[in-house]
């Protein structure tokens, strides 16, 4: 990695000792996995949407929370409280999609045929959560006007993300249940609120990575393109002029999007030329022309992690191959507010879905060896050091397929799902799973910095100041302020989730510190993010913050080009 991006040299203030932070050291003792509470529905879907409140969906089934005297399918699950409340949702979200736009509204996207009467057709859904203000979420509602309020083409396990306008881009999914592979696909892009008089783009890229590309991975670069991954192909497109531009296949034949499921994530953006790279790991490289019935809960996953750096040279250069401690199908790839990237959950052989391949366990699912520890991935360090799970706990509890994990406005991780089957099964191995847990990195548990008058609001390129308690046995050496989309975890993808590091001096009582936001809304699309404070590894709790004018998407450029 070339100095001029690496993290410690670009946040670590020249008003500092330069000593910086052994990357790796921090994983060497103090996580924990602790379980706290039941998500009351299956948790196939998360999004955290206020400081208090993360949002659960699952499929219109069987689930055993009740609301309006029927089972619930939505749930508000109460970050403080640790208890789960009955969401009322109209339509099925089962395979849903969704993120925040840059006016803070959540929005919900796609879903399915309800096998229950008590749901609609969610196949065009869009749901909007507005910004509520009340810490328990019970006064606010999830809104849905299908008649007037729907997405252009049906939609069953799309992905969505925020572009640089603040609005959501849709991409991809199948027209009709398929059981495995997408033999019905929806080859197309659209968005919300829409572009193009509301007409979807036809995509060649997803017409020729079929069928194995359903919940594309997709990221908005900083220069407001858009990289994405479908199968082993993977693409730049330029929204403004509809234009897909082919990049290199993922090596070694390795499939990272579902039913062959590895994730990816862009890495954390760093100033001042927030260079974007992107890393893919875990997935299968099966051949993808066999017959589900054919392939089979034995099979390895892949242990390939793939890295490409965005750049005209990076693109030359392809991708660089690492590998994980094991091979995963279905892990989930986390930012941590330090730069590092947490890999956990999902299974060590198999494929995602349920009931489609030979020997499932427990007669439906499709994959097998839970992989049970997380591993750690430190994009600075020295290739073929960066990952390691040392001081990792082990958890009791298989997160296979329809699991999620997101990262909390307190710093830790929720982790809660799983359900390799068609509803909720509890007596079978790999059951439909209702315990929540937490994964607290050591410094939930220690003395951490605590961040005081954060300003609610911050426009693009403005220098703001912000308050800080630094426990005094702190010494000092490194500081990094990161401003984080914490995204939408669906399938195995965190789509819209973003880390920017932003340049920060600490003033020399180090009682404030003085930060430069993003440059301009391409860097970090406008809307809602966690500000979280790392001093010497041990990171403050997020504040809650809105980034950039606040409005309803499509809003104008903000701030500077870079
Ligand atoms: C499954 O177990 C949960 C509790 O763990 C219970 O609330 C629910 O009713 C059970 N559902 C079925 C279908 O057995
Ligand atoms: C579970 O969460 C509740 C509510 O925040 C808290 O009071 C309790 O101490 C937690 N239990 C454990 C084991 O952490
Ligand atoms: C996919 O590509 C084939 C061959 O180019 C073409 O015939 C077909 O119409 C395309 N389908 C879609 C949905 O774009
Ligand atoms: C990607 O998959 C296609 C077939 O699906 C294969 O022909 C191609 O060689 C693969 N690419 C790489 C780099 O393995
Ligand atoms: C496919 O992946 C498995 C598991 O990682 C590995 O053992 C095998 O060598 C790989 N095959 C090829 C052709 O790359
Ligand atoms: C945010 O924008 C969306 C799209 O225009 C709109 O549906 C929603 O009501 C807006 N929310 C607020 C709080 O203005």
């Known amino acids: ?176 249940r398929t059981p495995f592979y997408n033999t019905d696909p929806s080859n197309s892009f659209e968005f919300f609120p829409p572009k193009d008089g509301g007409v979807p783009r036809p995509s060649e890229f997803l017409n020729r990575t079929g069928p194995v590309n359903l919940f594309p991975r997709a990221f908005a670069l900083p220069d407001g393109t858009i990289f994405m991954i479908a199968n082993n192909q993977s693409i730049l497109y330029d929204i403004e002029t509809g234009v897909e531009t082919r990049l290199p296949d993922i090596p070694n034949g390795v499939r990272v999007t579902n039913p062959f499921d590895g994730s990816a994530t862009l890495l954390p953006l760093v100033p001042p030329l927030y260079t974007p790279e992107v890393l893919v790991c875990g997935g299968t490289n099966s051949t993808d022309q066999l017959p589900a019935d054919e392939l089979d809960s034995q099979f390895p996953a892949s242990d390939q992690c793939s890295r490409i750096e965005l750049t005209p040279e990076g693109i030359k250069r392809g991708w660089i191959v690492e590998h994980m401690l094991e091979g995963r199908i279905m892990p989930e790839l986390l930012l941590l507010p330090n730069g590092q990237v947490l890999i956990v959950n999902g299974g060590q052989s198999g494929f995602a879905a349920f009931a489609g391949v030979k020997n499932a366990v427990g007669g439906e699912s499709n994959a097998d060896h839970p992989a049970l520890t997380p591993s750690l991935y430190a994009p600075d360090a020295p290739i073929g050091r960066r990952i390691n799970n040392e001081g990792m ?70 220098r703001f100041d912000i308050g800080i308690d630094i426990p005094d046995n702190l010494r000092v050496s490194s500081i990094k302020v990161a401003l984080m989309d914490l995204g939408f975890s669906s399938h195995a993808f965190h789509s819209s989730s973003r880390l920017v590091f932003m340049e920060a001096r600490l003033s020399p009582d180090h009682k404030s510190i003085s930060v430069l936001s993003p440059p301009n809304n391409r860097v970090y699309p406008p809307g809602p993010a966690f500000m979280y404070v790392t001093v010497d590894d041990i990171t403050s709790a997020g504040a809650h913050v809105m980034v950039g004018n606040g409005r309803a998407p499509p809003v104008e450029d903000q701030g500077i080009a870079l």
């Open 393 to 462: 706990p082990t958890s009791e509890i298989p997160r296979l397929y329809h699991s999620v994990a997101t990262l909390t406005p307190n710093g830790n991780i929720l982790i809660a799902g799983s359900n390799p089957h068609a509803q909720v099964v509890n007596a079978t191995e790999f059951p439909t799973e209702f315990r929540v847990e937490y994964l607290n990195p050591p410094y939930v548990t220690l003395a951490r910095p605590t961040l005081r008058s954060v300003p609610a609001q911050i426009q693009f390129n403005s």
């Open 1 to 176: 990695m070339a100095k001029n991006r690496s993290i410690k040299d670009a946040i670590i203030s020249a008003a500092l000792l330069s000593v910086g932070v052994d990357f790796a050291a921090a994983a060497t003792s103090g996580w924990q996995f602790v379980q706290n509470g039941t998500s009351g529905i299956l948790a196939l879907e998360a999004i955290i949407v206020s400081p208090t409140l993360a949002i659960f969906f699952d499929r219109a089934t069987n689930d055993p929370l009740e609301i309006n005297g029927h089972p619930a399918w939505g749930a508000l699950w109460n970050l403080e409280t640790n208890t789960a409340t009955p969401l009322d949702v109209l339509s099925d979200s089962f395979c849903a999609s969704g993120s925040l736009l840059s006016n803070g509204t959540m929005v919900s996207v796609g879903g399915h045929i309800p096998v229950i009467s008590d749901a609609t057709d969610g196949r065009m859904a869009i749901r909007l959560w507005e910004p509520c203000d009340d810490p328990t979420g019970t006064s606010c509602k999830l809104f849905e006007d299908p008649a007037n309020l729907h997405l252009a083409e049906t939609r069953w396990y799309p992905s969505s993300i925020r572009i640089s306008d603040g609005s959501l881009m849709i991409i991809g999914g199948m027209h009709e």
